[in-house]
C-alpha cells in the first residue's frame, strides 16, 4: 500500500493511493488526520485505511490533489554516509568499518514538487539519491533479526548537500540542513510491498543520467541501520533515515557537476516510484 500525506481544496489529510485514486482518511473519523499518528495507530489503523477502499465517498482523483512530503516534520531525519562502495571509491575515503550516521535538520523537509533552493551563500549544490526507511512503530536496542517489523515502509530521499558547508563542521549537519534540502516522497511503499536490498536507484539532473545503483551494494543494509541506531536512541513512527547514496554525486564529476537554478532533479526508485525537483535561487526569507 502506498501511504500519502495530500492536499484537497485546501484541506491538509493523509491517505493511500490505490491506482489513480486517493483514499481519504478524513472518510473514517476514527482514522488519524496525519502521518505520524496513522503509523503509530498500526495495523489496525492501516487496516481500516485499505478498507475505505470500497467506499466511493472516500475517493479523490489523484489529479485533483496535491501530494505533499509523506511525513511533513518528521521527529528525526538521519542520514548515513559512505554507504556504497562505488560512493567510496569516488570520495577516495576509506571503508568505514561502523555506519557514519548525521542529522539532517527536519525544518528542509520539503515533498514532490517542491523547489529546493541554491543558497545564496554557496554554489556548491549536489544531489544524492538514496532509498528512506521510515519507522512505524516506537523502538529501542532492536535486535537485527526483528528489525523488519519496526519498519513502516520505505520512501525516496534526496539527501541535497551544500559541499563548501558540509566541510565545515565534521558532524556535516550544516551543510545537510539547508531549508528545502530534504525531499523526501512522494509516498510511503509500505514494507510488505517490496524487498528493500534489491532496488534499482537512479538519478537525473534534467536528462543526464547521473547516478545508477542498486541497494543490494548498501556497506550496511537497512536492519543493521536499525539495529545500530536504536542502541543509541529509541526510533519512533514517522523517524526517516536515508541510507546514502551512490557513486556519481556532482561533487565527483570534472567539471563539477553541481545543481544551479532551472534544473530539475529526478530520484527513481524500483518498486516505489519517482521523486522530482526544480532548483531555485532562494528567494528573500529573511525573519528576525
Known amino acids: 500500500m502506498r501511504l500519502i500525506t495530500f492536499e484537497h481544496q485546501g484541506r491538509q489529510s493523509v491517505g493511500a493511493l490505490i491506482d489513480d485514486r486517493i483514499i481519504d482518511a478524513a472518510a473514517d473519523p476514527e482514522l488519524p488526520g496525519n502521518m505520524i499518528a496513522l503509523l503509530t495507530a498500526g495495523a489496525p489503523a492501516l487496516q481500516r485505511l485499505q478498507q475505505l477502499a470500497t467506499d466511493p465517498r472516500a475517493a479523490i482523483a489523484l489529479d485533483q490533489v496535491r501530494l505533499l512530503a509523506p511525513v511533513p516534520r518528521p521527529g528525526k531525519f538521519l542520514g548515513v554516509g559512505l554507504n556504497y ?7 577516495g575515503l576509506a571503508t568505514p568499518e561502523f555506519p557514519t550516521i548525521f542529522n539532517k535538520q527536519t ?34 536496542h532492536v535486535p537485527l533479526d526483528k528489525a523488519a517489523s519496526v519498519i513502516a515502509g520505505y520512501t525516496i530521499a534526496n539527501d541535497v548537500s551544500v559541499r563548501d558547508w558540509q566541510v565545515k ?26 524487498d528493500p536490498h534489491n532496488l534499482e536507484l537512479r538519478t537525473w539532473v534534467n536528462d543526464e543520467l547521473r547516478q545508477h545503483s542498486n ?32 557513486s556519481g554525486v556532482g561533487v565527483a ?36
Open 107 to 140: 525544518s528542509c523537509v520539503i515533498g514532490p514538487g517542491e523547489a529546493i533552493h541554491k543558497p545564496r551563500i554557496s554554489d556548491k549544490l549536489d544531489y544524492e539519491g538514496e532509498l528512506a526507511i521510515v519507522i512505524g512503530r516506537r523502538c529501542r
Open 85 to 91: 562502495a562505488d560512493h567510496i571509491r569516488e570520495t
Open 169 to 194: 563542521s565534521p558532524t556535516w549537519t550544516l551543510g545537510k540542513s539547508f531549508d528545502t534540502h530534504g525531499p523526501i516522497g512522494p509516498w510511503i511503499e509500505t514494507s510488505d510491498s517490496i
Open 253 to 288: 564529476m570534472k567539471p563539477r557537476g553541481y545543481m544551479k537554478p532551472g534544473d530539475r532533479v529526478r530520484v527513481e526508485i524500483e518498486g516505489i516510484g519517482e521523486l522530482c525537483n526544480p532548483i531555485i535561487e532562494e528567494p528573500d526569507t529573511r525573519c528576525y
Open 215 to 246: 541497494t543490494r551494494h548498501l556497506i550496511f543494509n537497512c536492519y543493521q541501520l536499525i539495529a545500530t541506531l536504536s542502541t543509541v536512541c529509541t526510533l519512533e513512527p514517522g523517524d526517516i533515515i536515508a541510507t546514502g547514496t551512490s
